[in-house]
């Protein structure tokens, strides 16, 4: 029986911007496995959220092209009274700000109620009620009886995140998607949230994404790791062969820019992702960025190559990389090309 959970298949979502449409989402292809966290790393605007809203197909206005198999169930195409049942139900998501994404005006035990009520009808009020006290206990939340009551701008962040979370897990979703989960919250906060995920996978089995720009966080949890910049999908590893033997510049200048304990100089790699209308869509979507490699390093059409057993980077230029001296650094930016 095939492990596998979730499959993207050639996904692109594009915005329109004016009168013409831009790929936010640029022919991504990935799977994750059951019981599998996937992370997904890159930085601000590289893509990230505009995937995982195409996955969960939260997206109203975008154009959405290729395919996002769950269980080998398209989510692109299907009617939109699948998708309802789909969504709270296989699939879940939990969000950035968890004060957004709580209705401020009720309780949060009819915050969960609801969810359950929308994918389990059989479960009466008191079942649901029963139901909704257990899953704040199994996210932490003490005192859940009490928690039932309250409403969402009576608890603290990271209560509410919890709170987003039991919403998420009600149903036992097969896919939980992470977007930046512990972004909005303290640091001693983040920690325990991120403990709290890592307990869910083994209680529940589900297969996780979880986005984020911060690689500590994809060191502890992930077990394969996608690097995303401009679109792409630009180096996909198990978590250790990634962080071992990082092959793709910008997945070496995302691990350069993090401070290793033995090592006194880091080099972080000037620029930001270009925003969509100007991201350049022929060659390496890199290159701009590494102006010192020579152009010939690159690939015209850049593909992803299995450089070993389930290690995938994009180009041929990381064979030719390496990271410059100050001097050519500067000169080659002097020279325009940042
Ligand atoms: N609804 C939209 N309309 C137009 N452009 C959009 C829309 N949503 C996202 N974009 C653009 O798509 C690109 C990717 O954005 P996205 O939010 O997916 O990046 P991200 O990697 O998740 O960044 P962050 O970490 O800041 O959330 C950015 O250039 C962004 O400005």
């Given at each position: 029986?095939?492990?596998?959970?979730?499959?993207?298949?050639?996904?692109?979502?594009?915005?329109?911007?004016?009168?013409?449409?831009?790929?936010?989402?640029?022919?991504?292809?990935?799977?994750?496995?059951?019981?599998?966290?996937?992370?997904?790393?890159?930085?601000?605007?590289?893509?990230?959220?505009?995937?995982?809203?195409?996955?969960?197909?939260?997206?109203?206005?975008?154009?959405?092209?290729?395919?996002?198999?769950?269980?080998?169930?398209?989510?692109?195409?299907?009617?939109?009274?699948?998708?309802?049942?789909?969504?709270?139900?296989?699939?879940?998501?939990?969000?950035?700000?968890?004060?957004?994404?709580?209705?401020?005006?009720?309780?949060?035990?009819?915050?969960?109620?609801?969810?359950?009520?929308?994918?389990?009808?059989?479960?009466?009020?008191?079942?649901?009620?029963?139901?909704?006290?257990?899953?704040?206990?199994?996210?932490?939340?003490?005192?859940?009886?009490?928690?039932?009551?309250?409403?969402?701008?009576?608890?603290?962040?990271?209560?509410?995140?919890?709170?987003?979370?039991?919403?998420?897990?009600?149903?036992?979703?097969?896919?939980?998607?992470?977007?930046?989960?512990?972004?909005?919250?303290?640091?001693?906060?983040?920690?325990?949230?991120?403990?709290?995920?890592?307990?869910?996978?083994?209680?529940?089995?589900?297969?996780?994404?979880?986005?984020?720009?911060?690689?500590?966080?994809?060191?502890?949890?992930?077990?394969?790791?996608?690097?995303?910049y401009?679109?792409?999908?630009v180096?996909?590893?198990?978590?250790?062969?990634?962080?071992?033997?990082p092959l793709h510049p910008y997945t070496r200048s995302?691990?350069n820019?993090?401070?290793?304990?033995?090592?006194?100089?880091?080099h972080v790699i000037q620029g930001?992702?270009?925003?969509?209308?100007?991201?350049p869509?022929?060659g390496c979507r890199f290159a701009a960025r590494i102006p010192w490699v020579d152009a010939s390093a690159h690939e015209e059409?850049p593909?992803?190559?299995?450089?070993?057993?389930?290690?995938?980077v994009r180009c041929t230029c990381h064979e030719h990389f390496y990271i410059p001296d100050q001097n050519e650094e500067k000169g080659e930016q002097?020279n325009?090309i940042s």
């Amino acid at each position: 029986m095939s492990n596998e959970l979730l499959k993207i298949k050639n996904l692109s979502t594009s915005f329109r911007i004016g009168d013409e449409y831009y790929a936010a989402v640029d022919d991504v292809t990935l799977t994750l496995n059951k019981n599998e966290v996937l992370g997904i790393v890159g930085e601000s605007g590289s893509g990230k959220s505009a995937l995982a809203f195409s996955v969960m197909r939260l997206h109203t206005k975008a154009k959405i092209e290729g395919e996002v198999l769950l269980n080998n169930q398209d989510i692109v195409t299907m009617p939109k009274s699948k998708l309802d049942k789909i969504r709270g139900d296989e699939m879940a998501m939990i969000f950035q700000d968890p004060l957004t994404a709580l209705n401020p005006l009720t309780p949060i035990g009819g915050q969960i109620e609801e969810t359950l009520f929308l994918h389990n009808r059989k479960l009466g009020q008191q079942g649901r009620k029963k139901r909704a006290v257990e899953l704040l206990d199994l996210v932490g939340i003490p005192n859940a009886e009490r928690v039932f009551e309250q409403f969402p701008h009576e608890l603290s962040g990271g209560m509410r995140q919890r709170v987003i979370i039991a919403i998420a897990i009600a149903n036992d979703p097969k896919l939980l998607i992470a977007d930046e989960p512990t972004t909005a919250l303290d640091v001693t906060i983040q920690a325990q949230i991120l403990d709290l995920i890592r307990e869910l996978k083994e209680k529940i089995h589900a297969g996780i994404i979880l986005i984020t720009h911060d690689l500590g966080v994809v060191a502890e949890m992930a077990d394969r790791v996608a690097v995303m910049y401009a679109g792409q999908i630009v180096e996909i590893a198990s978590v250790e062969k990634l962080f071992e033997n990082p092959l793709h510049p910008y997945t070496r200048s995302l691990l350069n820019s993090v401070p290793v304990e033995g090592q006194d100089t880091l080099h972080v790699i000037q620029g930001v992702v270009p925003s969509l209308k100007n991201l350049p869509r022929e060659g390496c979507r890199f290159a701009a960025r590494i102006p010192w490699v020579d152009a010939s390093a690159h690939e015209e059409n850049p593909t992803m190559h299995e450089v070993e057993s389930g290690h995938f980077v994009r180009c041929t230029c990381h064979e030719h990389f390496y990271i410059p001296d100050q001097n050519e650094e500067k000169g080659e930016q002097s020279n325009g090309i940042s």
